[in-house]
């Protein structure tokens, strides 16, 4: 099954006076890379999360945002009494060790940083726990949103894997005359300048350019490689890499093509081969 890189999966839930959500993006990537953006107080669960990660996707860059907002509700204070207890303790050292200074007074006591808060907070166990369910179900719309969108890239690759295919049987009938084109073509030019050859001799020229510009072996090596691209898309995942690699073949046989070409047709037949292998090599970019 072919996998796109790119693709977009949102979860969200509501749980102890928070909406908990994430916000998973995936972009074509050469390997996996995935970037977690989450509350301090939830990083306990990232390394969990990102194994489970790895163990469904296995390339792309992938941002994870985890956003905790709260809900509108009646406002509630909680007194942390232990650290307010700590704090006390504290004081009275202070106060032994430097009685000039003066104590401090109750509202000081309760702007000290976790001394009164809200009576639930994002490290609550529910929380973690909430956060940790909901990324499995955001990452699992994420995989799928990359299947849908892979089965359309393996697709549109397949039909330009046609398209070569056509173009191959295209320029195999071209290829087919083209001794005959080549001494026509040298005949009509030696009436141009009025020049008299040994048959002999045009016919091994003729031969020779032939053979200069036999291009049986290519043809038969596109061939190959749109086979055995139609076997990877149809084969078991990962896709992307060797599909890379033999579009970049596939290319290199075009090349070649277009080089020994001696007619204007199989030189128009080798552009549109690049034009074709380079849309191949555009999807593939992000195929996982």
Wanted: proline letters at 3%.
């Amino acid at each position: 099954m072919i996998y796109s890189m790119t693709a977009f999966a949102r979860a969200q839930t509501e749980l102890n006076g928070f909406m908990v959500s994430w916000e998973l993006r995936s972009v074509n990537h050469r390997y996996l890379e995935a970037q977690f953006r989450m509350p301090e107080s939830l990083r306990s669960v990232e390394p969990a999360l990102k194994d489970k990660l790895r163990k469904r996707l296995k390339r792309g860059k992938v941002d994870c945002n985890l956003r905790l907002e709260r809900v509108a509700r009646d406002p509630s204070m909680e007194l942390n009494r232990p650290l307010l207890l700590q704090l006390v303790a504290v004081l009275e050292q202070v106060r032994r060790d430097a009685p000039e200074v003066s104590a401090p007074n109750a509202m000081d006591l309760l702007r000290w940083p976790g001394v009164l808060g809200d009576s639930t907070g994002t490290d609550d166990e529910h929380v973690v726990r909430a956060a940790a369910s909901l990324f499995e179900e955001a990452l699992e719309e994420l995989a799928a949103h990359r299947q849908r969108e892979g089965a359309q890239l393996g697709q549109a690759v397949s039909e330009r894997l046609d398209a070569i295919d056509r173009l191959v049987v295209e320029v195999t009938d071209l290829a087919g005359d083209l001794a005959t084109r080549t001494k026509q073509r040298l005949q009509q030019r030696l009436v141009e300048l009025e020049t008299k050859v040994d048959a002999a001799r045009l016919e091994q020229e003729v031969a020779l350019l032939a053979q200069r510009a036999d291009v049986t072996e290519e043809l038969d090596r596109l061939s190959i490689h749109v086979a055995e691209a139609r076997n990877n898309l149809s084969g078991k995942g990962p896709h992307g890499r060797r599909l890379d690699f033999l579009t970049q073949e596939l290319n290199r046989e075009a090349n070649t093509l277009g080089s020994k070409s001696t007619m204007a047709e199989t030189s128009q037949k080798a552009v549109d081969l690049k034009v074709v292998i380079e849309q191949i090599r555009e999807q593939v970019q992000n195929i996982e």
